[in-house]
């Protein structure tokens, strides 16, 4: 199943933005500590709680569907 433009292109576009200060603090964090496992454990918690806030597309339509079929 694929969703049509007039769907898609919204919530692309709505992901993208909600995400972005999400996704530049992740950037921020990896020029600080690069890939991660040598990172303190606060910087690791720190990553871990940036990337808790980003929202995936998956993680809408999933949701959306859940809801749709337990709302029957």
Same mark, same amino acid.
């Given at each position: 199943?694929?969703? %049509? !433009?007039? +769907?898609?292109?919204?919530? /692309?576009?709505? #992901?993208?933005?909600?995400? /972005?200060? *999400? #996704? /530049? $603090?992740? !950037? %921020?964090?990896?020029?600080?500590?690069?890939?991660?496992? $040598? @990172?303190?454990?606060? @910087?690791?918690?720190?990553?871990?709680?940036?990337? $808790? *806030?980003?929202?995936?597309?998956? *993680?809408?339509?999933?949701? $959306?569907? !859940?809801?749709? +079929? *337990?709302?029957?």
């Amino acid at each position: 199943m694929s969703l %049509t !433009e007039a +769907l898609w292109v919204p919530l /692309q576009r709505g #992901v993208y933005w909600t995400n /972005q200060p *999400h #996704v /530049q $603090a992740l !950037e %921020t964090w990896k020029d600080l500590w690069g890939a991660g496992p $040598a @990172a303190p454990s606060d @910087a690791l918690t720190e990553r871990t709680r940036i990337t $808790a *806030h980003i929202t995936t597309t998956g *993680h809408i339509l999933r949701t $959306a569907l !859940e809801h749709t +079929l *337990h709302s029957r």
